[in-house]
């Protein structure tokens, strides 16, 4: 089983700032990484999948990069909306599918 | 529409069973693949479940021989059989679409829609 290794657990952002997400795969996942969002009392919702392709209706001001073990999520320009935790998750080799612990983003 | 609804959760004791059902609409459950995922209060996210086109069905290591997905097309619908609950079976437990078409395109293997969810709580 892949595991998911995300950092910080806690990112502590003013609005309009940048926020930036790390995704680390225990091996290679190729690009078969995606983000989710979620925020309290909502279910996860799709941003990026493939890496880095915005998923319909998310914003450009969220973007993923990164191949292999190594992802990151950026959020270019934080929105008050965007204050959630967010999930990566790989399915390179699945079942089973394999999520990270997440990383909430926090306002500042 | 395009949704998915849960339903059937609920404060059980352990040992006992329960079964989750997910009712989807604006969308066939039997042209895509399905899976439950669920969220220990305060937790990440745990894939349970997963159903592919025909029976093939794939469990997590936590569950199985205890759970069973399956699946009812004429009423558009998914189902999570719980037996010989435990405590740690305490979730919110979702129902998630993939973005994968039966048969023509393969599972992705990530998650495109999801329901609300519903609580299942294991205890005595």
């Known amino acids: 089983e892949i595991v998911m290794t995300q950092s910080p657990a806690t990112l502590s952002v003013s609005p309009g700032e940048r926020a930036t997400l790390s995704c680390r795969a225990s091996q290679s996942v190729s690009s078969d990484l995606v983000w989710y969002q979620q925020k309290p009392g909502q279910a996860p919702r799709l941003l990026i999948y493939?890496?880095?392709t915005r998923a319909t209706g998310i914003p450009a001001r969220f973007s993923g990069s990164g191949s292999g073990t190594e992802f990151t999520l950026t959020i270019s320009s934080l929105q008050s909306e965007d204050f959630a935790v967010y999930y990566c998750q790989q399915h390179y080799n699945w079942p089973p599918v394999t999520f990270g612990q997440g990383t909430k983003v926090e306002i500042k | 529409e395009v949704q998915l609804v849960e339903s059937g959760g609920g404060l059980i004791q352990p040992g006992g069973s329960l079964r989750l059902s997910c009712a989807a609409s604006g969308f066939t459950v039997s042209s895509n693949y399905m899976s439950w995922v669920r969220q220990a209060p305060g937790k990440g996210l745990e894939w349970v479940s997963v159903?592919?086109?025909?029976?093939?069905?794939y469990y997590a290591d936590s569950v199985k021989g205890r759970f069973t997905i399956s699946r009812d097309n004429s009423k558009n619908t998914l189902y999570l059989q719980m037996n010989s609950l435990r405590a740690e079976d305490t979730a919110v437990y979702y129902c998630?679409?993939?973005?994968?078409?039966?048969?023509?395109?393969?599972?992705?293997?990530?998650?495109?829609?999801w329901g609300r969810g519903t609580l299942v709580t294991v205890s005595s």
């Open positions: 159903i592919f086109g025909g029976v093939s069905t």
């Open positions: 493939g890496a880095s």
């Open positions: 998630a679409r993939d973005p994968g078409i039966a048969p023509s395109s393969p599972a992705r293997g990530y998650f495109d829609l």
